[in-house]
């Protein structure tokens, strides 16, 4: 089965909280997101396009797994976190299957 992939966007819209969030996500919510979801690879990104924008994937082995963790406690104990500390930052998820994977 290919890799599904559960993607979280936020919209920090407060320029001087950027730099608390960054190292927040990079020092707890990330590792704890990972370790939560029993996944080997995660990624997060800020666009250059719109600097409110960050963005973090999270790489499952199948759907099964993604929709398990969808289901599960986890999800629920992160989104209470997040909500907590960052009440201002909207969110929108989104989940993917793997249609193609191309390497030259």
Do not use: C
Request: glycine letters at 2%.
């Amino acid at each position: 089965m290919p890799s599904a992939f559960f993607v979280v966007r936020a919209i920090v819209t407060d320029a001087s909280k950027r730099a608390a969030f960054d190292r927040w996500y990079e020092t707890e919510h990330l590792p704890d997101a990972v370790k939560a979801f029993g996944v080997a690879k995660a990624w997060r990104y800020w666009s250059l396009d719109d600097p409110s924008l960050h963005q973090a994937m999270y790489q499952f082995d199948d759907e099964t797994k993604l929709a398990a963790m969808l289901k599960g406690d986890a999800l629920k104990r992160l989104t209470a976190d997040f909500n907590r500390d960052w009440p201002d930052v909207t969110r929108t998820r989104e989940t993917l299957v793997l249609a193609q994977e191309f390497a030259t």
